[in-house]
């Protein structure tokens, strides 16, 4: 039965610009992940897993295709109860504004929020992990928390992209700072050497120096309601959760599996890369706590001649004489004969296409050759191109094709003639 004292608020209003062009047409938890699924299904998938069921979605930038995939995949029976309701940014009479951070876009809509749960569960709509909410609910009510952020063991190179917090050896969080930059103020912030010794420090090894925020946070409604009309700041991380802490009980939760913030080219290629491992670090294929999303009802992938290692094809594909390793091939894949991808992520297509519909290019062509690339939706790769970062580039854009992160990145729906070398 779901919990009707759990109300989960996800804030997938994001722009992404640091995953561009993913993003250029599309908002960041739209974008596609692991083949099959979008990176908002992440989150909503954990809150049915762990019975919370009122579930709203706070959306803002290029939204079409995330309202149109939430309103196709997450329809609640009349007998279980629950709802996943999206809550666009719009303008009314008291509010001419789109939202200006995480915090304005829920005091925004503290009207809708008055008959959640007594707990809020507010969550990213971009990040890749899973995590059990009925063990940060039970830290969060036996430490009468009045806010519970959920926190990661991390390397002290990483601190610069995530809030970074000081801890008691209650859990209390005494400190707390957003994306520092100053190396004293990182050094400041360093676990105390007594409590890496504990867990979950003792079995993540000796580089994890620092604590750091996942961007999931635990509220009682009433502290909630009374912060956001206590403080009027736009983001909770870089101003209301420092202000916070002297005058609520802030806790740290500690969660010691698998989390990723899918923040940029580089993580998201990486992410993907790991998934084609024998044993990768995140796992689509868990059958207890599967990840959701919307019934397609594809044929499965249809190979011929090929050879394929390490990679992940998707129903729909279909592959002729090529050579895939390392790859995440997504929905509709088409290869043509005679090319040979290597650590590709491929997102496949929306649609078939034929020569009698005019033009049967969609997909990659013949005895093309690609290698550390991600193909966005709907491409047309004409025959004999050679994706393969021959400069070795790590940032520049030429002729629509971009390269991050020494990554190459072939934007939705774009056409690359025959012959191209890249």
């Known amino acids: 039965m779901p919990d009707p004292q759990v109300t989960a608020i996800i804030l997938a209003g994001g722009q992404g610009r640091r995953l561009h062009p993913l993003t250029e047409a599309r908002s960041k938890p739209a974008v596609p992940i692991g083949g099959k699924f979008r990176l908002i299904d992440i989150p909503i998938s954990n809150c049915l897993h762990h019975r919370i069921r009122t579930i709203w979605v706070l959306t803002q930038f290029a939204s079409e295709s995330l309202h149109r995939h939430i309103f196709q995949t997450y329809r609640m029976d009349a007998f279980s109860g629950g709802f996943v309701s999206v809550l ?74 995530l809030g970074i917090l000081k801890m008691d050896a209650t859990s209390r969080i ?28 003792a079995s ?42 002297g005058n609520y009980r802030v806790f740290a ?3 010691n599996g698998y989390w990723e913030d899918i923040g940029t080219i580089g993580s998201f290629f990486n992410a993907h890369i790991d998934l084609t491992k024998p044993h990768p670090p995140f796992n689509f294929y868990d059958q ?38 390392d790859s995440v091939l997504g929905l509709r894949s088409v290869i ?12 496949g297509a929306d649609f078939y296409e034929s020569e009698s519909d005019g033009g049967g290019d969609l997909g990659i062509g013949r005895d093309c050759t690609i290698t550390n690339a991600i193909l966005d939706k709907d ?39 025959a012959g191209l070398v890249f």
């Open 88 to 161: 666009a940014a719009t303008q009314t009479v008291d509010n001419k504004g789109w939202y200006q951070g995480t915090a304005d876009s829920v005091r925004k809509n503290m009207a809708n929020f008055r008959r959640a749960g007594e707990t809020i569960l507010l969550l990213s709509g971009d990040h890749l992990y899973r995590m059990d909410f009925q063990k940060f609910l039970s830290f969060h009510y036996e430490h009468k928390a009045d806010v519970t952020l959920g926190v990661v063991p991390l390397e002290r190179h990483k601190v610069q992209d």
């Open 204 to 245: 993540t090894g000796p580089g994890k120096s620092h604590v750091g925020s996942m961007g999931i946070y635990l509220f009682n409604k009433k502290v909630l309601f009374d912060i956001l009309e206590r403080y009027a700041y736009d983001d909770f991380g870089k101003q209301i959760l420092p202000e916070a802490i």
């Open 253 to 255: 939760y500690p969660f």
């Open 288 to 325: 207890r706590q599967p990840i959701f999303t919307r019934a397609r009802f594809l044929p499965a992938a249809k190979i011929t001649g090929s050879t394929i290692n390490s990679s992940i094809i998707c129903e729909g594909s279909m592959i002729e004489n090529a050579a895939i390793a």
């Open 174 to 201: 005494v400190d707390f700072i957003e994306k520092p930059k100053d190396d004293a103020v990182i050094s400041r912030f360093a676990v105390p050497h007594a409590l890496r010794r504990k867990e979950p420090f």
């Open 379 to 417: 491409v047309r790769i004409g025959d004999g191109v050679h994706l393969v970062n021959k400069d070795g580039v790590r940032e520049g854009e030429r002729d629509g094709v971009y390269i991050r992160d020494g990554i190459i990145v072939v934007p939705k729906s774009m056409r690359i003639p």
């Open 336 to 347: 043509r004969s005679g090319s040979r991808l290597s650590r590709v992520i491929f997102m």
